[in-house]
């Protein structure tokens, strides 16, 4: 009793299909690959641009205080040195540090 009789021809229109299935999932897993990694790359210069924005409202802040009878400039300071590295990451590229305070590398913004 025979279950598989498979001659030549049946072999090779079998094997077609499982080799381009083969073949179009590998593209379609390094699609993946390389949309999760673009993706991540804008996640990091979106969060990036939040903190730039918190990081004026903290330098606001600071600058209103200096009313007090004892002003201290160590806020001010330390805000505003992380935003200007933040910002000439995003303009030249480079290290600055990300919101952990561990040092992160970004690219340099360019326009469309």
């Not at 598989?4 to 390094?30: G, V």
């Not at 673009?38 to 210069?45: D, F, G, M």
């Amino acid at each position: 009793m025979v279950f598989f009789n498979f001659n030549k021809s049946k072999s090779h229109s079998i094997l077609l299909p499982i080799i381009l299935f083969i073949f179009f999932d590998c593209i379609a897993l390094t699609l993946n690959f390389w949309i999760s990694y673009k993706l991540s790359e804008n996640a990091t210069a979106i969060n990036l641009a939040g903190r730039q924005r918190m990081l004026s409202q903290r330098m606001t802040k600071s600058i209103l205080q200096l009313s007090n009878k004892q002003p201290d400039l160590s806020e001010f300071n330390h805000s505003f040195l992380i935003f200007d590295k933040t910002l000439n990451s995003f303009w030249s590229g480079g290290e600055t540090l990300a919101g952990d305070h561990t040092p992160i590398i970004i690219k340099a913004l360019t326009t469309c």
